[in-house]
């Protein structure tokens, strides 16, 4: 079998974070890459700031250039948080028949927000014969697949409580901007208000993995988001917040059935909680049979979680039958420490 | 689509708890139930203590009059815990065209101990178009899916430590003997000695999936049981142990590389840990990128944990691809709340 094919669109924090573990990983090359502006027409090496021996040093290149047909097995697309604005991409990279792994949030579960846009996209996977999964550090493991695969020891479950409190500091200039680092509260409260700050994007996502996961019912999502106000300057690799101004948000969400909560998600997050006395953690609580109680402490690192999750699910991804897929669809995730085609299924879609 | 259509093979604690569950379950009908000498024509409501209004009081039946070509879609196997033992019954069921989960703790991962034996299994499998998965809390989840379920955030792992510290008061008259529950400390030596003393039966099941699941290597499997020795009179409702007899038992295993452990495990299994002062909790500790820290206190109930597997693993099962599967193979475990037959997919393999 040939070496596994990757091209990886948006070389931010997270595709250069994906670019890297790839590079140093055997039996998959990075073929391609894709950024726009200054980056395009620059070897991958220069953006990533070393060397990979043994590996080709890309040219970045454009959508244009790089999305052809089969000219890899995989895309990893890490540009958007939404479907809606994900959703050309997608259809561009299964229309040219590879398979898709998606760092979008709302792709974790697309039914969630956008149900119409994921029957397109299941409906097109189809047709081209490739797979598209949404995937990610949260959503994707810690607040859904994780607590999924707790209650694999239950019997029965009256109520999920699912924690993380964590830092932003690893994450890119696009995650600051999301989550208001560094604003006033009143831009803050103006950006909730007219939806420019999104917070965490994920909730309904990660409630909705778990409750078609356990086949649960719940009547609505009710979500709040507050901004958490910084009482010292803080400084974060790709953002900053002084003394006043927003260093993170304030995450709730509640599942209800019969206007009772079944699912809660508790999400503080915000940048250098260090310095300010925080522990940061990952926590499953299920009030069940039996019940269980695990805490994660440090939380998994956002960051790194997230290029790992992806790069992970590849084998799962080009292995699962054609159409939109989730956590809940495939194999359990796990690191890949050896060569990736040892993890391809001999009859998988890949482009031979 | 009709009910799904469970037999359960051995009426001890473990298919007595798994009968109990699944009459309370939607979608799903216990249609028949195995055991041997005096439970044999009984009514099952008889041997579990209650009714269940809407359930068929079926009457446990011996192996010939209960395994007949697709008499269910899938039979629950809870004789044996070794491979060789639970061969010949795997085998008639297989013949007989029905799907299995079995508690045999080497058949979690059966190429470990038994690779000629797994081999003709899933050779028996395709040939007759089903699935066999061993599984339960243990090996099937904590020491070992947990642990890969969390190593899919790490992008390069150097050590996993997986420790559970668990009780074995629920588990049945089986267990309590394999264990060495109440015999003196001579007696467990000598048991160590001549094979008949299993101890905890898995780490080599729980390493293998381990390591094929992250396609690493290693030379060796080091293991060690010694006994746990009681200074206070214990009992449990399957087993008791006076003081200064044999109340569990501490197992550990290295898996090494180059003469380096790489995977470690540590499982100090007794009854009535409380009594002596004893926290359980299960631990993933994986020395990695990111490091992972996670902890469960008090550890996944051992007997329930190994039920709710077994009778959550059904859909996945059925549904997966003929052979002989494991954990890996499979997607995600979790509790299934609602209907058994949401969780079936169409093209499923089961009995119409």
Redesign the interface.
């Known amino acids: 079998m040939k070496n596994v094919k990757v091209i990886i669109w948006g070389m931010g924090a997270m595709g250069s974070g994906m670019a890297e573990?790839l590079l140093q990983k055997k039996g998959v090359d990075v073929v391609g890459a894709i950024d726009i502006g200054e980056k395009v027409g620059k070897p991958i090496f220069d953006i990533l700031g070393k060397e990979f021996p043994g590996n080709e040093n890309i040219i970045i290149g454009t959508v244009e250039e790089t999305i052809t047909e089969k000219a890899a097995d995989i895309v990893l697309l890490c540009t958007d948080s939404f479907t809606v604005k994900a959703f050309d991409k997608i259809k561009l990279i299964v229309e040219n028949k590879m398979n898709v792994i998606t760092t979008a949030e709302e792709m974790a579960y697309p039914k969630a927000q956008s149900p119409k846009l994921a029957e397109t996209i299941d409906e097109l996977a189809k047709a081209n014969g490739v797979s598209v999964l949404g995937t990610g550090?949260n959503p994707g493991?810690?607040m859904d697949?994780?607590v999924?695969?707790?209650?694999?020891?239950?019997?029965?479950?009256k109520h999920i409580t699912s924690r993380r409190v964590n830092s932003l500091s690893p994450f890119g200039q696009a995650v600051m901007e999301e989550q208001g680092i560094g604003i006033t509260v009143e831009d803050f409260e103006k950006g909730k208000a007219d939806g420019s700050l999104s917070g965490h994007v994920g909730f309904p996502e990660s409630i909705g993995l778990i409750v078609e996961?356990?086949?649960?019912?719940i009547d609505e999502i009710e979500q709040s988001m507050e901004p958490i106000v910084t009482d010292v300057d803080r400084e974060a690799p790709h953002g900053e917040a002084k003394a006043g101004e927003v260093a993170g948000v304030s995450m709730k969400a509640f599942g209800k059935k019969d206007g009772k909560t079944i699912i809660e998600m508790d999400h503080p997050q915000q940048i250098e909680p260090e310095q300010v006395g925080v522990n940061t953690g990952?926590y499953v609580i299920i009030d069940?049979?039996?019940k269980?109680?695990?805490?994660?402490?440090?939380e998994?690192?956002g960051g790194?979680?997230t290029?790992?999750?992806c790069?992970?699910?590849i084998p799962q991804t080009i292995n699962a039958r054609p159409g939109l897929v989730t956590?809940?669809?495939?194999?359990?995730?796990?690191?890949?420490?050896?060569?990736f085609r040892?993890?391809i299924h001999p009859d998988a879609k890949i482009v031979r």
């Open positions: 573990v550090v493991l810690i697949t994780l999924l695969v707790l209650t694999g020891a239950c019997t029965d479950i996961g356990l086949g649960w019912e990952d069940g049979t039996p269980v109680n695990m805490v994660g402490s440090p998994v690192e790194i979680g290029i790992a999750m790069v992970n699910m956590m809940i669809d495939l194999p359990i995730p796990r690191a890949i420490l050896g060569d040892d993890q």
